[in-house]
């Protein structure tokens, strides 16, 4: 049997996931309960605990940071000057687009590391062409 290829694992897939009134949330239970091996980054984590943080409260936000440091297979990247550089020019080649930081780090780790799936809600992971888990399935 063939590997699986990696994916990339943004923000808005571990909310799905997390929060059972997520629209998305059966989709992601099922796609996290057998993944390939995940990608994600630093700046994908801190958005996700503030989202849990502002929208919750301090329990709900460390029990999502928990859920990250458990996860298997889940790599988290560090964002060092390098990164964040590239990143920073993916925001000004899409310039026309409402993206944050982390999701131009996204869309920069998953063309330099060849990743061809994202886990993610958001149309602005696929502006360079890598499909949505959600129009998958």
Known sequence: MAA???AYVDTS???AFADRSDTHHPLFRRLF???PPLLTTTLVVAEGHAWFLKR???TRALRFLTMIEEMAPLTVA???VE???RAVEILRRFADQDLTLADALGLSLMKSRRIRECW???FHLGLTGVPLVI???
Do not use: K, L, N
Request: proline residues 4%.
């Open 4 to 6: 699986r290829s990696r």
């Open 13 to 15: 897939a571990f909310i």
């Open 33 to 35: 309960s057998d993944p």
């Open 56 to 58: 919750y409260d301090r």
């Open 78 to 80: 560090s964002v060092g």
């Open 83 to 85: 990164e964040q550089s």
């Open 120 to 122: 993610s809600t958001d």
């Open 135 to 137: 129009h998958q399935h």
